[in-house]
């Protein structure tokens, strides 16, 4: 089992920059893929991001390369999105999600799916205004 709890989200002018956290506890996780996902209203849940814990291998979504970076510090057992240059289009809830994984393969082709994490925080809230 694992529990995991998002902070960091907040409201900034487009072009800033947040650092969202999500601290795991429960499990150590040392093979999982975790991720970030967003949901704005009347939208689907998007995959964002995602890091397979066992290689610290990244994936991102397309809208957000270059600008957001995943990474995770195994001491403190807590998954991080950094997010630059912030758009409009990036406002939504943002949940942290993770699920025990052991094929890189695997997650390269299942990460964006909502349906394939177990584990799910509660989300925080990112506004970016223009």
């Known amino acids: 089992q694992v529990h995991l709890v998002e902070s960091g989200g907040g409201s900034v002018q487009a072009g800033g920059s947040l650092r969202l956290s999500c601290a795991a506890s429960?499990?150590?996780?040392?093979?999982?893929?975790m991720a970030w996902f967003r949901q704005a209203p009347g939208k689907e849940r998007e995959g964002v991001a995602a890091l397979y814990t066992g290689s610290s291998t990244t994936y991102y979504t397309d809208s957000v390369k270059g600008r957001f970076t995943i990474s995770r510090d195994s001491a403190k057992n807590t998954l991080y999105l950094q997010m630059n240059s912030l758009k409009p289009d990036d406002t939504a809830m943002y949940y942290c999600?993770?699920?025990?994984?052991?094929?890189?393969?695997?997650?390269?082709?299942?990460?964006?799916?909502?349906?394939?994490?177990?584990?799910w925080g509660q989300g925080t809230q990112v506004t970016v205004s223009s």
């Open positions: 999600a993770a699920v025990p994984a052991y094929s890189a393969r695997e997650i390269a082709a299942m990460w964006g799916k909502a349906s394939y994490f177990r584990f």
């Open positions: 429960g499990s150590t996780c040392n093979y999982c893929s």
